[in-house]
């Protein structure tokens, strides 16, 4: 188990790498970002994207804006 | 007619996409406004990508341009991280660029600005930069490689109209080369028009819209606003003096005593 800080809350999760992580989180959609550690994390590196231990996530989304 | 970073639009009208009543009124002012430029943003996502989706759907549509923002980021690379993550989900190089610097006024912090504008640039982005009158920032933001300039007339927000008309002159007769957007402070159609007066290329706005009674109306309203000051400033206006000057001719006037 690791614990990851995902969006500013913390989640004990098994997932190894990103793209298991938002599997695991039930995130979908073309149209997510990610980032880990303040790193930007391109679609088809997720899966490569090994976790560890106290990693900082963020997943964004499309939203309104001005 | 009007191009930014080589995009021809018809629209002078760039339009955001916060704070409407419902995704449908949105979808429908955003139709009335005639724009083809919206402005959108990244936030963290809490369920599980269903509202990014959805929001999406509901301003997509073949006419519409999406230029995201780093709306609400406050330091350099904040601001950068966020345009890279925008320019992935939207697969566009644009991005407005918003590093904001005082909490009270959401005045940009043209420091971090002209530094994230650099790095930006340098990757490719094609940045729209929120910034203030200040014309120094703004030779700095040009040589930094914004093809675009986003000066605020008032504070986000505030829809006091244009505060400080002198600045946004200054600004036109410095660039008059530079695509000039008023980005922030507009609060009604008169100001729209008052700034495309001045030579301004377009403007940006959203709360006016937004948070009218009736946005569909008031997009309407805009649309039209910016195209009469644009077909104003471009008929050749008079400027304004102190003493009357007759408008019927005195030449064969009757004489009667």
Redesign the interface.
Known sequence: MRTLIV??EEHRVDSADLAALLSA?????P?????VN???V??PDRAREMLRDGDRI????????? | MLSLYGVPLRSRLLL?????PSPAI?ARAIEASRAQVV????????A??????T??ESIASPGVRIL??T?GCHGV?EAV??A???R???STNWVKLEVIGHHGTLQPDVFALVEAARILTQEGFEVFPYTTGDLVVAEKLVEAGCRVLMPWCAP?GSAAGPTDPAALRAMRAHFPDVPLIVDAGIGRPSHAAAVMELGFDAVLL??AVAAAADPVSMARAFADAVEAGRAGFSAGLLEPRDMAVPSTPLIGKAVFS
Do not use: C, D, Q
């Not at chain 1, 997943?59 to 804006?65: D, F, V, Y």
């Open positions: 969006n500013g989180l039930g995130y979908e959609g149209w997510l970002a990610t980032a303040g790193r930007i391109h679609k963020e997943i964004l989304s499309p939203m309104e804006g001005g | 955001g996409t916060a704070r409407y949105l402005t959108v943003s990244l936030r963290r996502e809490s599980g990508g269903a509202t990014g989706g929001f999406l995201p923002n709306a690379s991280l966020t890279r993550m925008a992935e989900v939207f986000i959203n709360t």
